[in-house]
């Protein structure tokens, strides 16, 4: 059973860079056909997905989020990272990270709160 930890700061500035790490346990993420994938819930709306990187390495951002987003991994280490920049108050959310095969989501780390404030 693989598991999911999201990491990092939970108060980040605004105009800054938020950085999160999601390491994996149970689990390479160079298995075959595995995506791991970030999403975010801001408070009181719906779930957001952000972009995912592949077992291979290949990224994917959505189109809404692409500009300030990159998503790497390192695989000695079995983690990958999002990092957003230039945020804004509206980038607090609730960040998590998942796992995805066959199209469908798996896994999902417990989630960590980012609060975007001065």
């Known amino acids: 059973q693989v598991q999911l930890q999201e990491s990092g700061p939970g108060l980040v500035k605004p105009s800054q860079t938020l950085s999160l790490t999601c390491t994996v346990s149970?689990?390479?993420?160079?298995?075959?056909?595995?995506?791991w994938s970030w999403i975010r819930q801001p408070p009181g709306k719906g779930l957001e997905w952000i972009g995912y990187i592949t077992y291979s390495g290949s990224t994917y951002y959505s189109p809404s989020l692409k500009s300030r987003t990159s998503i790497s991994r390192d695989t000695s280490k079995n983690h990958f990272t999002l990092q957003l920049s230039s945020v804004t108050p509206e980038d607090t959310a609730v960040y998590y990270c998942?796992?995805?095969?066959?199209?469908?989501?798996?896994?999902w780390g417990q989630g960590t709160q980012v609060t975007v404030s001065s």
């Open positions: 149970g689990g390479s993420i160079t298995t075959n056909y595995y995506y």
């Open positions: 998942a796992s995805n095969w066959a199209g469908a989501f798996g896994s």
